[in-house]
């Protein structure tokens, strides 16, 4: 699970402070605001004294979320409620997990304060199990059979709730030293800011230096290497972008912007059942576009389907269900401790 993951299973993760959420105006466009009324702005301070571990934790991730990734949010959960809602089932059901270290309120709160510290950039975007403080070591040795990166003495599995992995060791590899780009996680590159290459950790690059699309070493987050020159994303409405990132740069995630037309436009989410494919604004909200059964030619915003719901596992063609749900025996579950035996 140290891998890094995509953006329907996890979240970005920064400033907890903000407090930040995502709400939805009368034309559909996602807008980031704060749950106490506030600019989405913060000090990183805001980590909750209330509620579970499991919750403390989720409010982090999605507070990050919320700054770095409206997009992510949006099309993955819905809105900033639900978020929390449902990364507080999937921490709580990872929390609980044979083996897994003991979080307690102290242990979660210190995570969430350190999210706050982070910023949005490689590494980040998904993976919170990067900082150390969110690592949390539990009783199983290496090579050990697990599910939970907080089941090993390491703090690092290779599996997830879909499948047995084995603990492994950390990497510790950072900005020079030897890695394997062939392998992960155990010799991977740890800092979320550098990249293996050649068996050697490289910083990715800034804003400005030159680069070369066909390398496998990339600009930082929010940059794309447009006419070998790593330069920043379009973060306005209106700003020139290429969707592909080639020509001009793409548009900012985090912003909700997406490339319509060659400009950067607000994201419009799209109900359930509404049609999908007319812009490239629209894009479903927590769920996703498929051929519609009943019009030729249209597509339309499959929702994700509730906890209960009956589903299939073919993900080509059939709704997927809401995070951290799976579809187990033919119904949405969210995996219970039971389901996360490995021994």
């Known amino acids: 699970m140290l891998r890094m993951r ?69 099309v993955t959960y819905g809105d900033y409620a639900t978020c929390v809602q449902r990364r507080t089932l999937a921490n ?47 009783a199983l040795a290496k090579g050990a059979a697990c599910s939970r990166d907080g089941q090993c003495q390491s703090g690092a599995c290779t599996g997830s709730d879909t499948a047995c992995g084995t603990c492994t060791e950390l990497p510790s590899r950072k900005l020079g030293e030897v890695c394997n780009d062939t392998v992960e996680p155990s010799s991977g590159c740890r800092d979320p800011r550098t990249v293996c290459s050649k068996q050697r950790c490289v910083a990715l690059l800034r804003a400005g230096e030159a680069c070369d699309r066909r390398a496998d070493v990339g600009c930082e987050v929010g940059l794309d290497c447009v006419n070998d020159k790593c330069t920043a994303q379009g973060t306005e409405v209106g700003a020139a972008c290429d969707p592909n990132g080639e020509t001009k740069p793409q ?56 906890d209960g719901a009956a589903c299939k596992t073919d993900l080509a063609t059939d709704p997927l269900c809401m995070p951290p749900a799976r579809c187990m025996a033919g119904n949405c579950r969210v995996p219970t401790p039971a389901d996360l035996r490995c021994d």
């Open 92 to 138: 709580g059901s990872a929390f609980s997990a044979p083996k897994h270290a003991w979080v307690d309120a102290a242990s979660a709160r210190a995570c969430a304060a350190a999210l706050a510290a982070e910023a949005c950039h490689n590494g980040v975007l998904g993976n919170r199990h990067h900082v150390d403080a969110c690592r949390f070591a539990g």
């Open 6 to 74: 995509s953006i329907l299973v996890l979240v970005t993760l920064a400033a907890v402070g903000a407090c930040s959420s995502t709400s939805t105006s009368s034309d559909g466009e996602p807008t980031p605001t704060r749950t106490d009324g506030g600019s989405t702005s913060g000090n990183g301070a805001g980590a909750p004294d209330t509620g579970s571990p499991a919750e403390i934790v989720a409010t982090a991730e999605c507070d990050a979320m919320a700054k770095c990734d409206v997009y992510g949010m949006s």
């Open 251 to 306: 548009c900012s995630r985090g912003l909700a912007l997406v490339c319509d037309a060659g400009t950067c436009q607000k994201m419009e989410l799209v109900a359930p059942g509404g049609v999908c494919n007319g812009s490239a604004r629209a894009q479903c909200r927590a769920g996703r576009c498929e051929k519609s059964l009943t019009s030729s030619g249209q597509k339309v915003c499959y929702g994700n389907l509730a």
